[in-house]
């Protein structure tokens, strides 16, 4: 009798090792599978911030803020980068709070009821401004020079400009 009870003991044991081995394999199993997918995730994940990276630093290239030939010559001027480079933007911003039809800087006239608005700005380096207007319906862009007079007077000279045609 005792070595029936050790016998089917020792099945019982037996089977409870074959199952916990088994049910620890398809963990593992499982595991592995998803330590893959996760790898493969992060590898797609670092190909996209790499390209991502690289696209804004394409973007970003002609603006004043990745120019350090442009700053520099601010700060060899005397002057505070940051504080000119805001002092360049409100002034053209500035210019929207105009009084009859004719913006100050925008060579067109609103043909809506709305006033041709400066919308964005970007400062190229330390000669040249590109910026777009809108009227809310009519869009165009102008490229502006701007200088710094002997009084430390911002001068603002459109150089070019268009206005896209509308299409109805």
């Known amino acids: 009798m005792k070595s029936r009870v050790f016998m089917y003991l020792f099945i019982f044991s037996a089977l ?3 199952f916990q081995y088994v049910n620890s394999k398809s963990i593992i199993d499982k595991y592995e599978k998803d330590i893959s997918s996760y790898k493969a995730t992060m590898a797609e994940q670092k190909k996209t911030i790499a390209g991502l990276e690289e696209q804004n630093f394409e973007l970003n290239y002609f603006n004043i803020d990745r120019n350090d030939n ?15 480079i805001a002092a360049i933007t409100e002034g053209l911003y500035n210019m929207n ?15 809506t009821d709305s006033k041709l608005l400066i919308n964005k700005i970007r400062i190229l ?3 040249w401004i590109v910026a777009n207007f809108t009227d809310g319906q009519h869009w165009g862009e102008i490229f502006v020079t701007y200088d710094i007079d002997e009084n430390h007077n911002l001068k603002y000279k459109l150089a070019e400009y268009f206005m896209y045609p509308k299409f109805d």
Do not use: C, K, W
Not at 70 to 84: K, M, V
């Open 16 to 18: 409870l090792i074959i």
């Open 70 to 84: 442009a700053l520099d010559y601010f700060i060899t001027q005397g002057y505070n980068a940051d504080e000119l």
């Open 97 to 111: 709070n105009y009084e009859g039809e004719e913006h100050p800087i925008v060579p067109f006239v609103s043909m």
């Open 125 to 127: 380096n330390h000669r």
